[in-house]
Structures are given as structure tokens and as C-alpha cells.
């Protein structure tokens, strides 16, 4: 017995932008869409801590702008990373000189919150990808193991808090005295 596999066909980056948005969003790449996961509470909880605390040390200085589900297209490609970090200088805008709701180029800084069963190899290539077109940090945090993967030039390095690691988190340039730690971060977790 011979049994038929639909194949779905490739659509266009055009295409898939003309499309209606999806919740929780979907991302394109090289004719795919995929859908991300929907996001939990430890998830959740991360992503909006993380965000302020950027938020609180970069806004003031107009350094950057740390944004939650904001969807980044450039290269061939559109993603919605968890949260994207721009630098002030970056930050489109739009005739009236508020922030554009296009954002047609990478994140300087992104950031990946896994969900559970979220696979990591298909975070870590999109944020390779990011890297290779011009953002310069990328982070995968993963609640399970409690660990961060930084990604920067040269090898990833990962930061876990069963090893204890009070050593600062690598962050965006410009942002360097600020310290933060894996065990800081997962400290948000207890409520």
C-alpha cells in the first residue's frame, strides 16, 4: 500500500506578510511558516521582568529598546523573537517621528525564552541567523534547565545556576556596567 504525503507549497515572504497575523505569531523562513508555542507562565514571567529591567537601563540614556513579540523582518525572513532589544539609533520611525510598526531589519540584541518541547535547535539557528546578519547578542533562556546560552562572537557559553555562576551576563555594549546574573534572573521565577 502506497500511501500519499501532502507536500505544502512554499509561499513568498510577500505572501506570508500579507497574511492575517497569528496568535501566538508565526514566523517565515526559506517559503515555511511555523507557528511559536504558546508561551506559559515561567515563560511569561521572564520575558516581562526581562524587558523592564533592559528597559530600565537603556531607555533613560536612549541606549536601546527592549520589545516584547515584535515581529523583525530582514534577509529573507521574518521572525517574532520573545523579546528583540534595538539600539535608540535603530529604531525606525514614521513620519509623524513616532515608532514605525515595520520593523524591516534584526534585532541588535534577541532573545529566546524557551517553552516546554520547544526544540532548540530551531531557536539557536534563528539566532545564528540574527548574528550573521548583524545583531550583536543573542541569548536562549531555558527555564527547564534553568541555564542561559549567550551567543557573541566566537563560541556559545552557557550560564546555569546549579553551577552557581555569579559571574555577570554578557550584554549589549554600551550596557557593560550593568550586571545580571543567571541566579538574578531565575530569582524572578519565585513568587
Given at each position: 500500500?502506497i ?12 505572501e506570508f506578510?500579507?497574511?492575517?497575523e497569528?496568535?501566538?505569531?508565526s ?14 507562565g515561567k ?7 526581562l524587558?523592564s ?6 531607555k ?7 520589545l516584547?513579540e515584535l515581529?523583525c523582518?530582514?534577509?529573507?525572513r521574518?521572525?517574532v523573537?520573545?523579546i528583540?532589544v ?6 525606525p520611525?514614521?513620519?509623524e517621528g513616532?515608532?514605525?510598526n515595520?520593523?524591516?531589519r534584526?534585532?541588535?540584541?534577541i ?18 541567523f540574527?548574528?550573521?546578519?548583524g ?8 527555564p527547564?534547565?534553568q541555564?542561559?546560552t ?5 563560541l556559545?557559553k ?5 553551577n552557581g555562576?555569579p559571574?555577570?551576563?554578557p550584554m549589549?555594549?554600551g550596557?557593560e556596567?550593568?550586571?545580571?546574573s543567571?541566579?538574578?534572573i ?6
Amino acid at each position: 500500500m502506497i500511501t500519499a504525503v501532502e507536500k505544502r507549497q512554499a509561499i513568498s515572504l510577500e505572501e506570508f506578510l500579507a497574511s492575517p497575523e497569528t496568535k501566538p505569531a508565526s514566523e517565515y523562513f526559506n517559503g515555511e511558516v511555523t507557528q511559536k508555542p504558546m508561551p506559559q507562565g515561567k515563560h511569561s514571567i521572564l520575558q516581562v521582568e526581562l524587558t523592564s529591567a533592559i528597559n530600565q537601563q537603556a531607555k533613560s540614556n536612549q541606549l536601546a529598546y527592549a520589545l516584547t513579540e515584535l515581529r523583525c523582518t530582514f534577509a529573507g525572513r521574518s521572525i517574532v523573537p520573545d523579546i528583540a532589544v534595538i539600539r535608540w539609533q535603530n529604531l525606525p520611525k514614521d513620519e509623524e517621528g513616532e515608532i514605525a510598526n515595520r520593523f524591516d531589519r534584526h534585532p541588535d540584541w534577541i532573545i529566546e525564552i524557551l517553552s516546554p518541547d520547544q526544540p532548540m535547535t530551531l531557536v539557536m539557528e534563528k539566532i545564528l541567523f540574527c548574528l550573521q546578519n548583524g545583531a550583536e547578542l543573542g541569548w536562549i533562556i531555558d527555564p527547564q534547565t534553568q541555564s542561559i546560552t549567550v551567543f557573541q562572537s566566537g563560541l556559545p557559553k552557557i550560564y546555569r545556576v546549579a553551577n552557581g555562576d555569579p559571574e555577570p551576563l554578557p550584554m549589549l555594549t554600551g550596557l557593560e556596567e550593568w550586571t545580571l546574573s543567571v541566579n538574578d534572573i531565575f530569582g524572578w521565577l519565585k513568587v
